[in-house]
């Protein structure tokens, strides 16, 4: 429901998003900001209440459907729609969170591979290597950054905000888990699985087929609030195990 919403209030806003996300993002701020002149019109102080009636006839156009009865999650529909507008910025620009997690884990990966390149006596193997990394990283900057400008890429700007769940999506699934796959002689390409699929076919030493060859999984690129240190651990904390019947007992540590 949210996600119809969604979708009047940014035609309410009356913005066309551009098919590459780059031209939505800054990619010269800090952590990727959003433009200032797509942030100048969701951020219009009477966007919220142009789009309540619009968005208010769709609910109810959805909620005839099951007698005219409001699910109890969600209270007033009137209340509900208010929330949703008012809140609709906020969850447009964190719909592009994960593309920013993309982005910087591939310029983490192209320095990284760039300042190893830099060392001496190396032997030709680890070059290659080194090589292949920095090649990998600027295909993933380059699928993330132009997007193939075109409906048929998962980063396309509406396709990606409906498997975000901004908008609504019919074809793909939603919040999917992404692989990277090198091509050979060719641009890589992102491969996207939903995640009850992603667990087994995207996981260590797993292998995936795509276009005639087999792959393996080697690794996983974790956000920076998932490392801590140098990046070689994963972030822990303490967590508290609480049977039903609420007798606490001292759990251990786990992974984020």
């Given at each position: 429901?949210?996600s119809?919403?969604?979708?009047v209030w940014?035609?309410e806003?009356k913005?066309a998003l551009?098919?590459?996300?780059?031209d939505i993002?800054d990619?010269?701020?800090?952590?990727y900001?959003l433009?200032?002149?797509?942030?100048?019109?969701i951020?219009?102080?009477?966007?919220?209440?142009?789009?309540?009636?619009?968005?208010?006839?769709?609910?109810d156009?959805?909620l005839?459907?099951d007698?005219?009865?409001a699910?109890?999650?969600m209270?007033?529909?009137e209340?509900?729609?208010l929330?949703?507008?008012m809140?609709?910025?906020?969850e447009f620009n964190?719909?592009?969170?994960?593309w920013?997690?993309?982005?910087?884990s591939?310029?983490t990966?192209?320095a990284?591979?760039?300042?190893?390149?830099e060392i001496?006596?190396?032997s030709?193997?680890d070059?290659?290597?080194?090589?292949?990394a920095?090649?990998?990283?600027?295909d993933q900057?380059?699928?993330?950054?132009?997007g193939?400008?075109s409906?048929?890429?998962?980063?396309?700007?509406?396709?990606?905000?409906a498997?975000?769940?901004?908008?609504?999506?019919?074809n793909?699934?939603?919040?999917?888990?992404?692989a990277?796959?090198?091509?050979?002689?060719?641009?890589?390409s992102?491969?996207s699985r939903a995640?009850?699929l992603a667990?087994?076919?995207?996981?260590?030493r797993?292998?995936?087929?795509?276009?005639g060859?087999?792959y393996?999984v080697?690794k996983a690129?974790?956000?920076?609030?998932?490392r801590?240190?140098?990046?070689?651990?994963?972030?822990?904390?303490?967590?508290?195990?609480?049977?039903?019947r609420?007798?606490?007992?001292?759990?251990?540590?786990?992974?984020t």
């Amino acid at each position: 429901m949210r996600s119809h919403l969604h979708a009047v209030w940014l035609a309410e806003a009356k913005l066309a998003l551009k098919p590459d996300i780059p031209d939505i993002l800054d990619l010269t701020g800090a952590d990727y900001p959003l433009k200032e002149e797509v942030l100048s019109v969701i951020s219009k102080s009477d966007l919220a209440a142009r789009a309540r009636s619009p968005m208010k006839r769709v609910l109810d156009q959805i909620l005839a459907a099951d007698d005219g009865s409001a699910p109890v999650w969600m209270g007033e529909p009137e209340e509900f729609v208010l929330h949703v507008a008012m809140n609709a910025p906020k969850e447009f620009n964190r719909a592009f969170d994960r593309w920013r997690e993309l982005y910087d884990s591939a310029r983490t990966q192209l320095a990284k591979a760039n300042k190893q390149s830099e060392i001496t006596g190396l032997s030709g193997s680890d070059r290659r290597k080194i090589k292949a990394a920095q090649m990998q990283a600027s295909d993933q900057l380059a699928i993330l950054e132009q997007g193939k400008a075109s409906n048929g890429s998962d980063f396309y700007s509406y396709r990606y905000l409906a498997t975000e769940g901004f908008l609504p999506g019919y074809n793909f699934p939603r919040l999917p888990l992404y692989a990277f796959v090198p091509g050979e002689g060719k641009s890589g390409s992102f491969l996207s699985r939903a995640r009850f699929l992603a667990i087994s076919e995207f996981g260590p030493r797993s292998l995936i087929y795509h276009e005639g060859r087999a792959y393996r999984v080697i690794k996983a690129k974790l956000p920076p609030q998932a490392r801590e240190g140098d990046g070689s651990e994963l972030a822990t904390k303490d967590i508290y195990i609480c049977p039903i019947r609420l007798a606490c007992q001292r759990g251990g540590r786990a992974s984020t």
